[in-house]
């Protein structure tokens, strides 16, 4: 019982924690955003040689890259949710991009009451990649899981004193 609820509860929880993330960043005024991207440019400048490929494409889209990344890590845990709480076919998946997707839409929602920020038609379908690629790997990650699991179990039954030949 205690599992089940840590496998329910514990993607939810950070689920929450990144929707208040990307939600809180929306909110923003566009001097408190420009600063904030600033300061990420400065430490990314720190660590990295921004002349050279592919840093320097990084560096200059980083705003960009932080829409993707964040809306990763979203379609991330939310196919972690779907996986572990739901035997969910293909349709299930697609419900939790759409729900994605609708995410994306009220950040930029959200941009329109900050002060100084506009919404972008191009965020959001920027947005809705990260999450579907986010989903895409957790999904790969899943099925490789399984597939190893089936695979240990087809050798487990066939071999020496299994139940096969």
Known sequence: MHR???RLYLPLLLIVITLLFIWSNSMMDANASTGQSDLAGRWFRELFDVEKEPF????ENRRKVAHFTEFALLG???CLFLL???RTRVSGYLMGGAACFLVACLDETIQLFSPGRVASFSDVCLDTAGALSGMLFVGFLG???FWGKK?????GSSGIGGNGS
């Not at 320097?56 to 560096?59: G, I, M, N, S």
């Not at 695979?151 to 050798?155: G, N, P, T, V």
Request: hydrophobic share 50%; net charge positive; no cysteine.
């Open 4 to 6: 089940v609820r840590l």
């Open 56 to 59: 320097r494409f990084l560096y």
């Open 76 to 78: 991330a845990e939310s």
């Open 84 to 86: 572990l709480n739901f």
């Open 143 to 145: 099925f490789l899981i």
């Open 151 to 155: 695979a240990k179990h087809r050798e």
